[in-house]
């Protein structure tokens, strides 16, 4: 027995030496500062990429880096030497724990988890100050370099901290309060009416744009701090509590709101029509105004009715009132969602609250003292290491004192890096434009004037994606994933790719997309928006054609509709060289499989319930291999549906019989070819409105992370001038989602 085991403790593997533990701990440091380099170089553009690699590789590094943290820290407490630069390290570590502005959090559950990241923070600063205390018998010669360490990582963490609580749902129901009772006392009875309002000049739209937060900047005890010190005193609050019946919470200085109406009145040469002749810098504080707004939905709050429609009065008589309209207000909206985009995951919001840029400054001034004291400690490191022969280069350089100072320098590129990222910000645009409406001395000061065009022209990322990802049925139902990937056991692990979900290459966002839903838009058939009906009755097909319409899901009527615009698409390929119906095409195959798409892929943006969407999706995948057989190519299923269509078969009731027999129906009883493209690029202008509004505010927002949506953009338009859709005429039984955040 006793030889067995000494046989087995001779073939255990030996435990790693102090070299190999400390190169492991500097390949740790190495990979934990080109993480944090690469989080803060791409965080950001999620918004405007949807690969799912690209957004693995994100996640994968946002999730790596506190783990090798961890692991590294553990390495320094129990190796069995002294060294004076663990702590430098661990401190360098603890900085990255929260130093990428563009990336707070990766998913809207981070930022429900605000307390655990307070929690975890905590225990690891209590690691750290034993390792502080661990590798330094004398500290007093590095006392003034940890305490920059320490600010640099205390003002880092507790940006981030602020940006998670910020952005989680309990404190933007609390936060943004003040605005929505700001909103209601401006709509009531007195108020701000329909007929004091002009879109044009913006008089009566007193959104606000700046001003609100400045409540929050006394709660900063720097700011108390440095007010106390200049002998400025804080006034007494006001007492009691917000009054009766209401109860909203008063908006102090209300006088002072930087507010979009005093945007446009500013007499200033840089917001004149002569120095902003497209709005473009006005629009961006009204993109600003209008996320606030937009936060206040995603927090359950309603406005009045009056609100509303001074709303749909500036999109309808101003930003859609010239002929190229579209453009200003679908680019209004690309703006506001990279506002909303930037709250809920990245740091900005709290970086630019007032007070909080000059600890910016500090930080900046702390960084370079930082860098300095590290760099003189590593001249004097041979003397203080317990290491006899520290491991060199063959040029003598310690291999410690190499991984410091590449540290240092990645480290020095992440700060240069962020700081020009916050400076060319869309936040920062906002700030200055609005710093020039309040300073009148600004307004007449060219050098300013010049300095804050140049900034506003600099355009980092793009605002999303901009395209239209495409879905095509009679393409991809015959599609199986691999299952060694996609089956019940990694259905635990990853999201599961499920049978006919391939999806077609994406297109660029077509302007003609654009101008004909934006159209269709300020020409709103009526006070609620309908689901193609409408359409069909100006094009007067709709006893022939509405049956199409009024199926049990709306899910069912995209997919009808979708099957018999290819079925069209094959049968009738554009031959006139009419620009209108080439226009009318593109529309409709665009919007088609773009529809298509949001039922394979993203349902929760649907009207229906979502696993409802998806278990129409999936039969419909059953019933079309069973309907097409062994048809292998595009061209022979379309003439399989012309045969079925006409046959026995054309009466059953599956999504696929459907879409047949309504694609037969266009071609033979529309006889002119231009007629049936207009026909379908009028219905799907129509139904992708119908789509847009929804109540599920958090899946808009989970889709800025994967490039963001063409709906989403529609459904912020459409929520500022409480525009609803209608219900349609359905059969009994007819399941329709119901209405939740």
């Not at 030996?14 to 380099?37: D, Y």
């Not at 004037?449 to 980092?460: D, P, S, T, W």
């Not at 995209?558 to 006139?576: D, G, K, N, P």
Request: proline share 4%; glycine share 4%; aromatic share 12%.
């Amino acid at each position: 027995m006793t030889a067995n085991c000494k046989a087995r403790r001779g073939k255990m593997k030996p435990p790693p030496s102090p070299f190999q533990m400390l190169l492991q701990i500097e390949l740790l440091v190495i990979c934990t500062a080109f993480l944090l380099l690469f989080l803060v170089i791409f965080g950001s553009c999620r918004r405007s990429c949807n690969s799912g690699k690209f957004r693995l590789v994100i996640f994968a590094a946002y999730t790596l880096s506190t783990y090798i943290l961890t692991y590294a820290l553990g390495l320094m407490y129990s190796i069995p030497f002294h060294n004076p630069l663990f702590p430098i390290w661990a401190m360098f570590l603890m900085i990255a724990l929260g130093s990428a502005d563009s990336l707070s959090a990766y998913s809207l559950e981070d930022t429900e988890k605000w307390k655990s990241y307070n929690w975890q923070l905590g225990i690891k600063s209590i690691w750290l100050g034993l390792l502080i205390g661990l590798h330094n018998d004398d500290i007093s010669n590095k006392i003034i370099l940890f305490d920059c360490l320490f600010f640099i990582w205390a003002l880092k963490c507790d940006e981030r901290s602020r940006a998670l609580k910020a952005a989680s749902r309990q404190s933007l129901e609390r936060n943004t309060k003040v605005v929505a009772d700001y909103m209601s006392r401006e709509h009531e009875n007195g108020g701000v009416s329909r007929g004091e309002v002009d879109p044009v000049s913006m008089r009566g739209y007193r959104y606000v744009v700046r001003g609100e937060e400045e409540r929050w900047a006394k709660n900063l005890v720097l700011m108390r701090f440095i007010k106390w010190c200049l002998g400025k005193k804080e006034p007494a609050p006001a007492a009691g509590l917000p009054p009766a019946p209401h109860y909203r919470m008063p908006l102090e200085k209300e006088d002072e709101l930087i507010t979009v109406e005093k945007v446009w009145k500013c007499e200033g040469r840089l917001l004149s029509q002569g120095g902003d002749p497209h709005d473009k810098l006005k629009d961006m504080c009204l993109s600003f105004a209008l996320f606030k707004l937009l936060r206040l939905r995603y927090a359950g709050y309603s406005l009045p009715q009056k609100a509303h429609d001074n709303a749909w009065k500036l999109i309808r008589d101003g930003l859609l009132s010239q002929e190229d309209g579209y453009k200003r207000a679908f680019r209004v909206v690309e703006v506001e969602l990279t506002f909303l985009f930037d709250f809920l995951y990245t740091k900005y919001s709290i970086i630019f609250q007032p007070g909080r840029l000059l600890l910016k400054l500090a930080e900046f001034v702390y960084v370079t003292l930082g860098i300095w004291y590290t760099t003189s400690i590593l001249k004097n490191y041979r003397k203080h290491c317990d290491i006899n022969k520290p491991a060199t280069l063959p040029n003598g350089l310690v291999i410690d004192i190499l991984m410091t100072r590449v540290m240092i320098m990645l480290f020095i590129m992440v700060e240069l890096m962020q700081f020009f990222f916050i400076w060319f910000s869309e936040w920062a645009k906002v700030i200055w434009i609005c710093k020039y409406v309040q300073k009148k001395s600004w307004q007449g000061n060219v050098w300013i004037e010049r300095m804050i065009r140049a900034i506003c022209r600099v355009q980092l990322l793009k605002p999303w994606e901009q395209k239209l990802r495409q879905y095509s049925f009679l393409k991809s139902y015959s599609y199986k994933p691999c299952r060694l990937l996609n089956n019940k056991l990694m259905a635990v692990y990853i999201d599961q790719t499920r049978d006919g979900q391939r999806q077609s290459s994406p297109i660029k966002l077509p302007e003609e997309v654009k101008q004909a839903v934006f159209d269709a838009l300020k020409l709103n058939y009526g006070t609620k928006l309908e689901n193609g009906q409408a359409s069909l009755r100006v094009k007067k097909v709709f006893r022939k054609l509405s049956w199409a319409c009024q199926l049990e899901t709306q899910t069912q009527v995209i997919m009808v509709w979708h099957i018999a615009t290819s079925f069209c698409e094959h049968q009738r390929l554009v031959r006139s060289n009419s620009p209108g119906t080439r226009r009318n095409f593109l529309v409709a195959t665009s919007l088609s499989k773009y529809l298509a798409y949001l039922v394979a892929f993203a349902p929760r943006l649907l009207p229906d319930h979502p696993c409802v969407a998806e278990s129409v999706f999936d039969q419909a995948i059953v019933e079309a291999r069973k309907f097409f057989g062994r048809c292998k190519i595009t061209e022979d299923r379309v003439r399989e549906m012309e045969r079925k269509g006409r046959g026995s078969s054309a009466h059953e009731e599956t999504v696929i019989n459907r879409g047949a027999r309504l694609g037969i129906q266009l071609v033979n009883d529309i006889e002119r070819e231009d007629m049936i493209w207009r026909i379908l690029a009028d219905f799907w202008v129509e139904l992708v409105l119908y789509v847009a509004p929804s109540d599920d505010v958090k899946a808009h927002a989970e889709h800025l992370t994967r490039g963001g949506e063409f709906v989403t953009h529609l459904w912020a338009l459409l929520s500022h001038a409480g525009i609803e859709r209608d219900h349609p005429t359905k059969p009994r039984n007819a399941l329709e989602r119901s209405k939740s955040l």
